[in-house]
């Protein structure tokens, strides 16, 4: 009778920390998503910038 009460106590935390776990993914993956938007688009400027740079330097 205990072992069974036991498990059914560690089987809903498991799931409680998984589905924290999801929700923690869910809003880190958007964040990241975010963040790394705006490092590409900060990433292509640079590189465009940089492709001047090499063309006025080897032409």
């Not at 998984?18 to 292509?44: C, G, P, Q």
Request: proline share 2%; hydrophobic share 25%; charged share 30%.
């Amino acid at each position: 009778y205990r072992p069974r009460a036991t498990r059914i106590k560690t089987t809903n935390h498991s799931i409680k920390i998984n589905i924290i776990n999801k929700l923690i993914n869910i809003t880190s993956t958007k964040r990241t998503r975010f963040r790394a938007s705006s490092r590409e688009i900060n990433n292509n400027e640079n590189r465009r910038r940089a492709g001047r740079l090499f063309r006025g330097h080897w032409n």
